[in-house]
């Protein structure tokens, strides 16, 4: 499979993970157990595939970076998908690019570059546009959106961590370490085992969330980032064109919501180019 097409299908596969969580949660109390159960559907993914190419040299970075994701974000994820649905968290999340290239000015000496302001502008406009939506669903709280810029920050900050600590594992065992690490988190969070009905619910959502990790990490060892990460960053137009296929009533998906996820994705395949 070429690099364009991994990445468009962990694209599309991460857009779709969101409104899979959605309809999972639908009538469950708690959201501890589902995350937990996500995560356990994706390792059962990556796992395989560690088992049939495996390189444990310099592994370390990613079982560091599954701590802060998917470990910590997921648990934001899942809770704002619950508060302000699965097409908002989508897009929320795709302001990620943003507060890698902050950190990485910051903390890592990357030049500021002229594409990098530009994208941030279309970033910070959709997000704008997304936080002033007034045709959202009542039942849709605002505190999400903190949610989900919050587990966003922590995506970009493992990209920045695997960039610091040079992780050169394989892309399946690399995928492998870090969802474990991540299903330790959930587990402490948790602390149950999830139900199965909860297993059951999560699967599709899991199954997923396994697959586009993997294709992720395969495309950025085959080819450069200036390629993957635009193409990556199609994930929140993903999830909006599955919410308003599949969810459509629940999300209340207009063309704020529509615009706000166009500037996205266009200021984080700006900063990803640039970078």
């Given amino acids: ?9 962990s ?26 159960a996500t995560v356990l559907w994706a390792l059962a993914v990556a796992l395989p595939a560690a088992a049939v190419r495996h390189d444990l040299r310099g592994i370390w970075p990613f079982v ?3 701590l802060v994701a998917p470990g910590a974000s997921q648990v934001l994820l899942t809770f704002a998908i619950r508060e ?14 943003l507060v890698a290239v902050a950190i990485a000015l910051l903390f890592l000496d990357e030049p500021l570059q002229a594409p990098l302001v530009f994208g941030a502008l279309a970033i910070v406009g959709g997000g704008i546009l997304l936080g002033a939506e ?14 989900a810029a919050t587990a966003a920050a922590l995506f970009a900050a493992r990209d920045d961590l695997v960039r610091a600590l040079h992780g050169h594992a394989s892309p399946e065992t690399a995928a492998a370490a870090a969802l474990l690490s ?13 139900t199965r009905v909860e297993l059951r619910r999560l699967a599709p959502a899991g199954l997923l969330f396994g697959v586009s990790y993997v294709l992720l990490f395969e495309a950025y060892w085959r080819g450069r980032v200036s390629v993957v990460s635009p193409l990556v960053a199609t994930e929140s137009l993903w999830g909006v064109l599955f919410a308003a296929l599949l969810i459509r ?19 984080g395949a700006v900063i990803g180019a640039a970078r």
């Fill in 84 to 97: 302000i649905g699965a097409s908002r968290t989508s897009v929320a999340v795709g302001t990620a690019p």
């Fill in 249 to 267: 009533h629940a999300e209340g998906v207009g063309r704020r919501l529509a615009l706000g996820a166009l500037l996205v994705v266009a200021g």
């Fill in 64 to 66: 560091l970076a599954g």
């Fill in 1 to 9: 499979m070429s690099v364009v097409a991994l990445s468009l299908v």
């Fill in 182 to 194: 991540g299903a330790v988190v959930a587990a402490v969070w948790a602390r149950r085992v999830p």
């Fill in 134 to 147: 007034r045709d959202r669903p009542g039942h849709l709280r605002g505190r999400g959106l903190v949610l």
């Fill in 11 to 36: 694209a599309a596969m991460f857009g779709a993970m969101p409104v899979a969580v959605r309809i999972g949660l639908r009538g469950l109390a708690d959201a501890a157990g589902p995350v937990l």
